[in-house]
């Protein structure tokens, strides 16, 4: 199909001159390099603080999805100040999973075009519960369970090799203490924190210390390595996993057991993978208190034989404080340098985005994601009432003042609306 019936198909709005841009960088490049090549527009969100904060959101979400299995930090080429070029062959992914994640974008008639809204490939790609995008493009698909997951990253899940420590007062765990394990990996970190749902003899991990950690739930987060070619610095980007205490992998962590204090997308209950970017806004968090130090310097000997007291201290007898600083210093490295920012900012601006996103969508945020201004669109809903046009039953209201729900907005309203508005300005007035 050639370029201008491609532009005939896309959808018009506020991000049409992006797409006209985005056909003519694509056209620089042979045809049959066109499959590698998509597109993310920031200008569905108007001039200000909201398009700064999403342009940086997507940035760390496409970062944040980058393939293990790319050794270098690839750049989001800058075609103008509200698109980006997307290489899906140097992030590292599959062409054909990366059409898996495209296909069901619902802002476009057209399958599969090219350019995409980049808060809805936000969130899309920031939501697990809603859509497999984050597994396909990381994981290469959901893995079977934890190990599956932790084995496609490569890390080692040798025992002996683990070290780790029992953490006091945690702002995400119920009970407040988990159990903090660092896996090795080379070429990277791995972290894996373990919750009980309830606090027993049998659960308890500070009554745990002699044997293997008993848990209800936990969360993963691997750090691959990444070198810069420009700069030859050397970052880290972090990839995330949730499971139960059958180490089957989940995508909303047990609310009995956690909880997310920052509320990723107005829900307490902790989300693949939005709510671990939201919380780990610098990377790794530091832990609040060593519960094993507080209990051996009370003199109790939690061990009498000599190689149970040596396996507790190979474990937990470490500075990972110290291990903790060093990866978050990587992981600024990788932020920096893909998105322009702090990790803090990165994080915060990313949770901001996500919220505007997510609020209902009333007539002026209407118009401007349509490519009218208020006036014009209350005119053409009007025209198309007058004219016997059936309208979705929550779009028809909009002039009344009311709202519609993002998921409503999505589910046909947005293409109907934006279709009513096309035909009332190629209507003679």
């Not at 990866?327 to 994080?347: I, Q, R």
């Not at 993002?406 to 003679?428: F, H, S, T, V």
Request: some cysteine; overall charge negative.
């Amino acid at each position: 199909m050639n370029s201008a019936l491609l532009l005939l198909a896309a959808l018009v709005g506020p991000i049409s001159t992006d797409e006209s841009l985005a056909v003519k960088d694509r056209n620089q490049f042979p045809e049959d390099q066109w499959f590698r090549f998509y597109y993310v527009s920031t200008a569905c969100v108007e001039p200000g603080p909201a398009r700064e904060n999403l342009d940086t959101a997507i940035k760390l979400m496409l970062m944040s999805c980058i393939s293990p299995n790319q050794p270098t930090l690839p750049t989001l080429a800058k075609v103008s100040d509200t698109l980006y070029r997307i290489d899906v062959l140097e992030m590292g992914w599959d062409p054909f999973l990366w059409k898996e994640v495209v296909k069901d974008n619902p802002y476009s008639e057209a399958p599969d075009w090219i350019v995409l809204r980049a808060d809805w490939l936000l969130t899309d790609l920031a939501d697990a519960r809603d859509s497999d995008s984050y597994y396909l493009l990381v994981y290469n698909g959901r893995p079977k369970d934890i190990f599956d997951g932790l084995k496609r990253l490569k890390v080692d899940g040798d025992p002996t090799l683990q070290y780790g420590m029992i953490e006091g007062e945690s702002q995400v765990a119920k009970h407040k203490t988990r159990t903090i394990q660092n896996w090795p990996k080379s070429r990277g970190y791995a972290y894996r924190t373990l919750d009980i749902i309830k606090r027993t003899l049998e659960r308890e991990p500070i009554e745990q210390i002699e044997g293997d950690a008993v848990y209800d739930a936990q969360e993963i987060i691997i750090g691959g390595e990444k070198h810069d070619a420009t700069t030859r610095r050397r970052g880290t980007v972090q990839y995330y996993l949730l499971g139960n205490g059958e180490d089957e992998l989940v995508e909303k962590a047990d609310g009995r057991i956690v909880s997310d204090y920052t509320h990723f997308r107005g829900y307490e209950e902790l989300a693949l993978p939005g709510s671990c970017i939201q919380c780990h806004m610098t990377g790794l968090n530091y832990p609040t208190s060593d519960e094993v130090n507080k209990y051996i310097l009370t003199d109790l000997k939690p061990a009498t034989d000599f190689a149970t007291r040596d396996k507790i201290r190979a474990f937990y007898f470490n500075d990972l404080t110290k291990d903790l600083q060093r990866d978050n210093e990587d992981y600024a490295v990788a932020v920096a340098l893909f998105c322009g920012v702090k990790p803090g900012v990165a994080s915060t601006r990313f949770a901001l985005a996500i919220n505007r996103y997510d609020e209902a969508i009333g007539l002026d945020r209407a118009a401007w994601e349509s490519g009218a201004s208020p006036s014009e669109l209350a005119l053409a809903l009007s025209w198309a009432q007058s004219a016997g046009s059936r309208l979705p039953a929550r779009a028809g209201l909009l002039t009344n003042g009311h709202n519609v729900p993002r998921d409503a907005w999505e589910d046909g309203a947005a293409l109907a609306i934006q279709n009513i508005y096309n035909a009332w300005k190629d209507n003679p007035k």
